[in-house]
């Protein structure tokens, strides 16, 4: 990827909740430079809640803050002003305020992508709960950004540079899931998630392995029928449509055993199916990834970590990757 001054990937980057790790990961990440060399970096939020988590770690990052984009400088963290009150910062804590920011900072990146300012977006961790309004009436990133960019039919992936999972559904109820998998459904998810491995991750020929629903998928019939008249006959069209798809597979066995290696992604029925054994493995270096949207948008695998927030304590190895992983797919996607 050309990494000049004027063809570096301007990345909006939201700063989530003020009371979680986002704002001390997105400090952390900064720090050594590197980033840097890769794109410039636009945070939408607040100078006063970086400064604030700055002092935490006596970090000594510069910031410069920006009334547009076109006063974004290179080699520095530029900073959008997203709310003029001086909020209360509470490390640790789930707030009201906490979430009104959240919800500014995400609007505004939004808003950047779409005004075609910045080419990427990277969102720091939220509360699903205190985020929760009249404009957020959804359950997460995922399905607020799907309906911002008209995003028909994507899939939530989540990604290492080893390991690539893929959901059908996504935050509902588990005693809603059995009713909301068809056939239908299964296929498209696999679409997607083929063609995103093939033009997001250059995977020419990739192969899909499908879980089951029930343990032992199903044990021919005996613990379950999801398996023998849903999930079988969506992976016998999906290959008529030329993809590689295999299954359906027990869960527990394919991610214990080396079968795992054979395959470029896996696609779970339900979320902790598949984000347990994913985080298990790849927690410090996963990234959350929207695929089947028409923009680029990742974010670190984890949550606002509310028990180590303002402490100094937490990674930024997910956000960094998060970073890296977008500005690639941004390249992937615009043949640099």
């Known amino acids: ?26 400090i952390k990440s900064f720090e050594d430079g590197k980033l840097f060399e890769l794109c410039m970096p636009i945070v939408y939020g607040s100078s006063r809640v970086l400064d604030f988590y700055k002092g935490i770690g006596n970090s000594k990052l510069e910031f410069k803050v920006i009334s547009n984009l076109n ?23 789930a707030t009201e305020i906490g979430g009104k920011c959240a919800l500014l900072s995400l609007d505004a990146g939004i808003q950047a992508i779409q005004d075609k300012e910045a080419d990427i977006l990277v969102t720091s961790p939220v509360n699903k709960h205190n985020i929760q309004s009249e404009q957020f009436s959804v359950s997460g990133h995922t399905e607020y950004l799907k309906r911002k960019f008209n995003g028909e039919n994507i899939i939530m992936l989540m990604c290492s540079d080893k390991l690539k999972v893929g959901v059908v559904t996504g935050h509902i109820p588990l005693s809603k899931v059995s009713e909301s998998i068809n056939s239908k459904l299964i296929v498209r998810k696999l679409s997607v998630f083929s063609a995103s491995l093939q033009n997001d991750f250059g995977i020419s020929n990739p192969k899909i392995a499908v879980l089951g629903l029930n343990p032992h ?25 030329g993809i590689k798809a295999s299954g359906p597979f027990s869960a527990d066995g394919l991610f214990g055993s080396n079968a795992l290696k054979q395959y470029d992604g896996i696609l779970a029925m339900y979320h902790d199916q598949g984000l347990v054994p994913f985080k298990t493995i790849a927690f410090d270096s996963g990234v959350n990834f929207t695929a089947g949207l028409s923009v680029v948008r990742t974010s670190p695998d984890h949550g606002v970590a509310y028990d180590i927030a303002g402490q100094h304590l937490a990674s930024e190895e997910s956000f960094t990757h998060a970073l890296r992983m977008a500005c690639s797919i941004y390249a992937a996607r615009n043949g640099s």
């Open 1 to 26: 990827m050309n990494t000049s001054n004027s063809e570096k990937v301007k990345t909006a980057i939201t700063i989530g909740d003020i009371n979680g790790i986002g704002p001390e990961v997105i």
């Open 71 to 93: 006063e974004a400088q290179v080699n520095l963290l530029n900073i959008v002003q997203c709310w003029g009150e001086q909020v209360e910062i509470k490390p640790g804590q």
């Open 217 to 241: 998928a199903g044990d021919s019939g005996l613990l379950g029928s999801e398996e023998e008249e849903v999930i079988a006959p969506a992976i016998a069209l999906a290959n008529e449509k």
